[in-house]
């Protein structure tokens, strides 16, 4: 049974002292294995959250070693802890776990074991262990890893994730078919050193299959040369170096070596680059810069739709009101047209990003039946946000039925059915590309208006004080939304009661609405909408003429 670590009250734990014992002994990996990418002086590090204002947990973090430390181990694992009055272990077979912080990642933190550092009742650290055939890519938004050092122990693969200023924020170790998993340092109130001491003490207890040569191959397969220099150790040869990474693009006298690696890929070209110090042929110590991912560097492929898009954006229409567009030449327009004929029924997510071209030759008066066709196919199938605009700003009658279906497919469809499918801005133009003289309009307001969906419900009531209604039916509808579920909603039929008339009664209902509203936002509208009602008319004094 698998378990997924959550942000919340950790509960189901049970302690495990029993195979603790006390002892001051080396750690199995050595702070010399951990590779040549630096590490700083001191420690403090960066963290998702503030110190600990709990003054044994301040205690506890701004502590940098022990004196004594404690061996676990099960039948899975050994590792290190520290000795401390207020530390224990726990392990618990199922969630939920406290983290600090509010970890937002892609990080696959399921567990079928979890083995946790706590101070009364606070986490310090969190191991994970879970099947996995490899480790985990995941990507946690509080720092980005700027260095993986890999190593193979006792037959299973190590990873090492660091920090741009050195810090460890992680670690790995994958066996036969079973991984441990540190959580982030960066979500936990413990030193960075200690962290990383328990991190090298970790242990797993069967042999694993892995061997250097498999995982060195695997490791620059999958992610690229950067990676592969984590398997290089500081004192590392150049030959070394070179029979894992390749012969280097250029030898500086420095003793820099530089291997570059041209690249291109969805319309652009760059170069990635190593450059790894070396002195008298030996690896040295280096830092985040040995690594240029090129990518502020990009070029544009000419003929690609990052190039069209390129061409094409000197000449759109400018946002302010009243200046015009430059005009774009006839044999540049001509080019972006058949560019565009040839990439927009390729099968590709770029079909959307080449429609702001043809958006921008609509605006220079250009009128291309094939393209506007291949535009509404597409539109059709799969919406899109740019291909909306086209069609708008072509501006036929026979596209405004598209919108109409879009609109209606859209109603239809549950906030679970569409899993995200629809962006809320396309609802909204959808909506706004019809007319409102359209026989059609205000039935899609009436429908959209009462829809389960809480999205539909809050893109629609933008609509609403200019929809061909009845104000009785407006006013219905406004009355429905101070009772509405979700807040927006709430907000905009406040906001109503400014655009209309209303009753007595109504001006009611929203004192009663405003004095059970939650939500700060929505309640600050209630409260100015029902001031201004309140506020009493200034007099106008009247200034007789003066006579002499």
Same mark, same amino acid.
């Given at each position: 049974?698998?378990?997924?670590?959550?942000?919340?009250?950790?509960?189901?734990?049970?302690?495990? =002292?029993?195979?603790?014992?006390?002892?001051?002994?080396?750690?199995?990996?050595?702070?010399?294995?951990?590779?040549?990418?630096?590490?700083?002086?001191?420690?403090?590090?960066?963290?998702?959250?503030?110190?600990?204002?709990?003054?044994?947990?301040?205690?506890?973090?701004?502590?940098?070693?022990?004196?004594?430390?404690?061996?676990?181990?099960?039948?899975?694992?050994?590792?290190?802890?520290?000795?401390?009055?207020?530390?224990?272990?726990?392990?618990?077979?199922?969630?939920?776990?406290?983290?600090?912080?509010?970890?937002?990642?892609? /990080?696959?933190?399921?567990?079928?074991?979890?083995?946790?550092?706590?101070?009364?009742?606070?986490?310090?650290?969190?191991?994970?262990?879970?099947?996995?055939?490899?480790?985990?890519?995941?990507?946690?938004?509080?720092?980005?890893?700027?260095?993986?050092?890999? *190593?193979?122990?006792?037959?299973?693969?190590?990873?090492?994730?660091?920090?741009?200023?050195?810090?460890?924020?992680?670690?790995?170790?994958?066996?036969?078919?079973?991984?441990?998993?540190?959580?982030?340092?960066?979500?936990?109130?413990?030193?960075?050193?200690?962290?990383?001491?328990?991190?090298?003490?970790?242990?797993?207890?069967?042999?694993?299959?892995?061997?250097?040569?498999?995982?060195?191959?695997?490791?620059?397969?999958?992610?690229?040369?950067?990676?592969?220099?984590?398997?290089?150790?500081?004192?590392?040869?150049?030959?070394?170096?070179?029979?894992?990474?390749?012969?280097?693009?250029?030898?500086?006298?420095?003793?820099?070596?530089?291997?570059?690696?041209?690249?291109?890929?969805?319309?652009? $070209?760059?170069?990635?680059?190593?450059?790894?110090?070396?002195?008298?042929?030996?690896?040295?110590?280096?830092?985040?810069?040995?690594?240029?991912?090129?990518?502020?560097?990009?070029?544009?492929?000419?003929?690609?739709?990052?190039?069209?898009?390129?061409?094409?954006?000197?000449?759109?229409?400018?946002?302010?009101?009243?200046?015009?567009?430059?005009?774009?030449?006839?044999?540049?327009?001509?080019? =972006?047209?058949?560019?565009?004929?040839?990439?927009?029924?390729? &099968?590709?997510?770029?079909?959307?990003?080449?429609?702001?071209?043809?958006?921008?030759?609509?605006?220079?008066?250009?009128?291309?039946?094939?393209?506007? &066709? *291949?535009? $509404?196919?597409?539109?059709?199938?799969?919406?899109?946000?740019?291909?909306?605009?086209?069609?708008?700003?072509?501006?036929?009658?026979?596209?405004?039925?598209?919108?109409?279906?879009?609109?209606?497919?859209?109603?239809?469809?549950?906030?679970?059915?569409?899993?995200?499918?629809?962006?809320?801005?396309?609802?909204?133009?959808?909506?706004?590309?019809?007319?409102?003289?359209?026989?059609?309009?205000?039935?899609?307001?009436?429908?959209?208006?009462?829809?389960?969906?809480?999205?539909?419900?809050?893109? /629609?009531?933008?609509? =609403?004080?200019?929809?061909?209604?009845?104000?009785?039916?407006?006013?219905?509808?406004?009355?429905?939304? =101070?009772?509405?579920?979700?807040?927006?909603?709430?907000?905009?039929?406040?906001?109503?009661?400014?655009?209309?008339?209303?009753?007595?009664?109504?001006?009611?209902?929203?004192?009663?609405?405003?004095?059970?509203?939650?939500?700060?936002?929505?309640?600050?509208?209630?409260?100015?909408?029902?001031?201004?009602?309140?506020?009493?008319?200034?007099?106008?004094?009247?200034?007789?003429?003066?006579? &002499?």
């Amino acid at each position: 049974m698998m378990t997924k670590l959550t942000p919340i009250l950790m509960c189901c734990c049970a302690f495990v =002292l029993w195979k603790a014992s006390i002892v001051v002994c080396a750690a199995d990996i050595e702070e010399a294995d951990l590779g040549a990418f630096h590490r700083p002086k001191d420690e403090p590090g960066r963290k998702a959250f503030g110190p600990s204002r709990k003054p044994f947990l301040a205690e506890i973090e701004k502590t940098e070693t022990f004196e004594k430390w404690k061996v676990f181990e099960d039948e899975r694992i050994r590792f290190e802890y520290p000795v401390h009055e207020a530390i224990s272990l726990e392990v618990q077979e199922k969630g939920p776990i406290s983290i600090g912080g509010a970890p937002v990642s892609s /990080v696959d933190a399921s567990f079928s074991k979890a083995y946790l550092l706590t101070a009364k009742g606070e986490t310090l650290l969190v191991l994970l262990s879970a099947q996995a055939d490899w480790l985990d890519d995941g990507i946690c938004f509080c720092g980005a890893i700027a260095y993986d050092r890999y *190593l193979i122990r006792n037959g299973n693969l190590y990873r090492f994730s660091f920090l741009n200023d050195g810090v460890l924020k992680n670690m790995q170790v994958l066996g036969a078919g079973e991984r441990i998993m540190m959580f982030e340092w960066t979500h936990l109130p413990i030193h960075p050193a200690v962290y990383r001491r328990i991190a090298r003490s970790i242990k797993l207890k069967r042999p694993g299959p892995w061997t250097a040569a498999s995982c060195q191959k695997r490791v620059l397969e999958r992610y690229g040369p950067r990676a592969a220099v984590g398997w290089l150790d500081e004192g590392t040869s150049t030959d070394t170096a070179e029979a894992l990474l390749g012969r280097p693009t250029r030898v500086f006298v420095s003793g820099t070596y530089v291997w570059e690696y041209p690249k291109s890929e969805d319309g652009y $070209r760059w170069t990635e680059r190593l450059a790894l110090p070396f002195t008298n042929g030996k690896l040295v110590r280096f830092d985040s810069r040995f690594f240029d991912s090129g990518l502020g560097h990009q070029q544009a492929i000419e003929g690609g739709i990052p190039w069209m898009i390129q061409a094409a954006r000197p000449y759109e229409e400018p946002a302010e009101r009243g200046a015009k567009a430059k005009k774009m030449p006839e044999a540049l327009q001509k080019q =972006l047209l058949e560019l565009f004929l040839e990439n927009a029924d390729k &099968d590709s997510g770029d079909f959307d990003e080449a429609c702001e071209v043809m958006e921008i030759l609509i605006e220079q008066g250009v009128r291309d039946g094939r393209a506007l &066709d *291949l535009v $509404r196919k597409r539109f059709q199938s799969e919406g899109g946000h740019r291909a909306a605009w086209v069609l708008h700003e072509a501006g036929q009658q026979e596209d405004v039925s598209l919108f109409v279906e879009k609109i209606r497919e859209r109603y239809q469809r549950t906030e679970k059915e569409r899993g995200g499918g629809f962006l809320f801005d396309d609802l909204h133009n959808w909506l706004a590309f019809v007319p409102k003289d359209d026989d059609r309009y205000p039935d899609l307001i009436r429908d959209g208006l009462s829809s389960p969906d809480e999205d539909v419900r809050e893109s /629609v009531f933008y609509f =609403l004080d200019t929809a061909p209604l009845p104000k009785q039916e407006r006013v219905k509808f406004v009355r429905a939304g =101070l009772q509405d579920s979700s807040a927006e909603v709430r907000y905009r039929a406040a906001s109503y009661f400014t655009k209309d008339k209303m009753s007595p009664q109504d001006w009611d209902l929203l004192q009663n609405a405003a004095s059970k509203e939650k939500n700060e936002d929505t309640l600050t509208r209630m409260r100015e909408v029902l001031k201004e009602h309140e506020m009493p008319k200034k007099r106008t004094k009247v200034f007789s003429p003066i006579r &002499d």
